[in-house]
């Protein structure tokens, strides 16, 4: 059983900052990409930002600039240092990674986090 756990969601003027976590744990053998999605009320789930186990990243067209991601491949863990935040930027967002659980299996399965909601008021 492998689980993704996000934390560091709430509140937030806009103009401000927010940083999210994300934390894998279970059975993992190894890690490929993690990223960060968001849904927005009355829209679909869009990408924000991904990262390869080598520190590769891709970002949304809205978030270049803005926010960074980053891994701890040590840790098994996932950041979104969000800044400059805007009111469009409300959703919740998701944690997500391709994780293999064992060397027997060489298959990856796609994990996704709970989600926490980060509100970005006006």
């Known amino acids: 059983q492998v689980q993704l756990v996000e934390s560091g969601g709430g509140l937030v003027q806009a103009g401000g900052s927010l940083r999210l976590s994300c934390a894998a744990s279970?059975?993992?053998?190894?890690?490929?990409?993690m990223g960060w999605y968001r849904q927005a009320p009355g829209k679909q789930r869009e990408l924000v930002a991904r990262?390869?186990?080598?520190?590769?990243?891709n970002y949304a067209d809205s978030e270049k600039g803005r926010f960074t991601i980053s891994r701890d491949n040590a840790k098994n863990t996932v950041s979104l240092q969000m800044s400059s935040l805007k009111p469009e930027d409300t959703a919740v967002y998701f944690c997500?990674?391709?994780?293999?659980?064992?060397?027997?299996?060489?298959?990856?399965?796609?994990?996704w986090g709970q989600g926490t909601l980060v509100t970005v008021s006006s």
């Open positions: 997500n990674a391709d994780i293999r659980s064992s060397p027997f299996l060489y298959q990856y399965q796609e994990v």
């Open positions: 990262i390869t186990n080598g520190g590769s990243t």
């Open positions: 279970g059975r993992i053998f190894s890690i490929r990409d």
